[in-house]
């Protein structure tokens, strides 16, 4: 299972660099989306993804920290999610701004001939 949860970050990440390198803006914004997910992504698998076992203890005895998940990781991708949203919803409209002003949508301003 780990091969192919890395096999998929891998894949994100690199499609995410390959669009970065594009010269259309959507393109552009599409890649960084791409590149925010493989790191999403990475840092939620960090947490040890566990079945059918509690975030947190409930018990006053010591418990087995190995047989718990942990929630910080689960709590750092909500956070970047919502400020992943945000900042595409700030690049999206910065891109249309950038399409009104110079009537291209590539990242230069000029279209190649």
Request: no cysteine; aromatic share 8%; glycine share 10%.
């Amino acid at each position: 299972m780990e091969i192919v949860i890395s096999l998929a970050i891998g894949v994100l990440f690199g499609s995410g660099i390959w669009l970065l390198l594009r010269p259309r803006s959507f393109q552009v914004l599409t890649g960084l989306m791409l590149m925010s997910y493989a790191v999403n992504l990475f840092i939620f698998i960090m947490g040890r993804l566990w079945v059918n076992q509690p975030p947190l203890t409930l018990g006053t005895s010591v418990p087995d920290l190995a047989m718990f998940s942990d929630p910080l990781p689960q709590a750092l991708v909500l956070t970047a999610i919502v400020i992943g949203f945000a900042t595409t919803a700030l690049y999206l409209v910065v891109m249309i701004g950038s399409r009104g002003l110079t009537g291209t949508d590539h990242v230069d301003g000029e279209e190649s001939e």
